[in-house]
Every structure is written in structure tokens, then in C-alpha cells.
């Protein structure tokens, strides 16, 4: 069965500094992965995408994530967060052509602190 | 363009009470899915529908219901209303990524 794994649930970091979010999958094939963004009290907006092709995505608002195999990995990077960052973050799996279902991971809350 | 439109933003049930929440996209998308969303656990996917006519629970379906009549529209019913369901629920359709409703948010009192 897939699964999505998010193992930081809070991050806190200051205005300006880099960020990292991870994201680790368990699929059998290569899957479709997405980044997706929640500020609260809304839906999920879509960050970026990865099907296939170069590893490195770059997004919306600055963000990139790098498809790493060996390590099933997903992880969402940017090189200096803004306040308005702060929301929630998920990642998600997508069965590709062979699966119907589309599973997310538990999020990660981002903290922007001045 | 209105993309996936839920309905209602907001209710209150009584325990036993019944329900459904709407869902509507106009985006032509064959696939189209409900979430439910509880602090700290995610979206947990309720049920699917792969297009018109056919559906397929998900990973928590128990007291809920689905129908697909339509490409457009795929609501959710809630039978018999208990507090666990208390939650924030999402539509969601798709192509490639997927599109998200703005959410209904539901309390079982």
C-alpha cells in the first residue's frame, strides 16, 4: 500500500532563513508526487509537481522540491522564507497510471517568526 | 472559472440527523474524491469515483455514502450523524493535481 510520511509536524524558523520540509513515500513504482500549501481556514492550493523527467521542481512562491529514489524522497526547499509563508504543508502521493487513490501525508505547520 | 465548489461552508447536526454535502467541479475531470480533515492526522481520503457511475471507498468510509450520477457532480451522505464525525470535509477533483473545494466545515452535536 502507499503511504506518504511527513516527520516533522511543527518547524519554526525565522524570516529570511532556508527551509527544508520532508517528505518520505513507500510505493512500489515510481509515483506522482505533489507539494500542496493550506493557510488556515482555507483549501489546498497545488506548490509543485513531480511525474517524471528532472528530478528538481520548481513551483510557486519561490519553492522547489528534488525527487531523490535511492531515498524515496520528496523533500520542499526554499532559500529565504517570507512571513507569509506560514501555513500548512503537504505532501502527496499519486498512484501514477496504475492507482486511482491520492494520499497525503499529516503535515507540517510552518512557524515564520520576524 | 469556479473550479470545485462545495456546499455548505458551515453546519451544525444533531446526533441521529442526516446529511449530504455537495460537491460540484467544472473542470470535465473524470476522478473526484472526498477528505475528511482532523487536526494532526491530515486528509483522510472517505471515498473516490475513477467517473459517472462508479465509486470506491477509500481509507475511511464507515457512515458515509457516495453517489457519482454525473462527470460533474459527486456529493457525500451522512446517514446518521455521530460527533466522530465532526470534522472539516474536502472535495477534491482531478486530471494530474489536484483541485480542492474550500471545505465544509461540520459539527456533530
Known amino acids: 500500500a502507499q503511504s506518504v510520511t511527513q516527520p516533522d509536524i511543527h518547524i519554526t524558523v525565522s524570516e529570511g532563513a532556508s527551509l527544508e520540509l520532508r517528505c518520505n513515500y513507500s510505493y512500489g513504482a515510481t509515483p506522482y508526487l505533489f507539494w500542496y500549501v493550506q493557510s488556515p481556514g482555507q483549501g489546498l492550493q497545488l506548490l509543485l509537481k513531480?511525474?517524471?523527467?528532472?528530478?528538481l521542481v520548481q513551483g510557486i512562491k519561490g519553492f522547489e522540491a528534488e525527487f531523490k529514489r535511492s531515498q524515496s524522497s520528496f523533500n520542499l526547499r526554499k532559500p529565504s522564507v517570507h512571513w507569509s509563508d506560514a501555513a500548512e504543508y503537504f505532501c502527496?502521493?499519486?498512484?501514477?497510471?496504475?492507482?486511482?487513490?491520492?494520499?497525503f501525508g499529516t503535515g507540517t505547520s510552518l512557524t515564520v517568526i520576524p | 472559472n469556479a473550479g470545485v465548489t462545495q456546499t455548505p461552508k458551515f453546519r451544525i447536526l444533531k446526533i441521529g440527523q442526516s446529511m449530504t454535502l455537495q460537491c460540484t467541479q467544472d473542470m470535465n475531470h473524470n476522478y473526484m474524491y472526498w477528505y475528511r480533515q482532523d487536526p494532526g492526522m491530515g486528509l483522510k481520503l472517505i471515498y473516490y469515483?475513477?467517473?459517472?457511475?462508479?465509486?470506491d471507498k477509500g481509507e475511511v468510509p464507515n457512515g458515509y455514502n457516495v453517489s457519482r450520477s454525473t462527470t460533474e457532480d459527486f456529493p457525500l451522505r451522512l446517514e446518521l450523524a455521530a460527533p466522530s464525525q465532526t470534522s472539516v470535509y474536502f472535495c477534491?477533483?482531478?486530471?494530474?493535481?489536484?483541485?480542492f473545494g474550500q471545505g465544509t466545515r461540520l459539527t456533530v452535536v
Open positions: 469515483s475513477v467517473g459517472a457511475g462508479i465509486t
Open positions: 477534491a477533483s482531478r486530471n494530474t493535481e489536484a483541485f
Open positions: 502527496a502521493v499519486d498512484g501514477g497510471n496504475t492507482g486511482n487513490q491520492f494520499y
Open positions: 513531480y511525474f517524471s523527467g528532472d528530478t
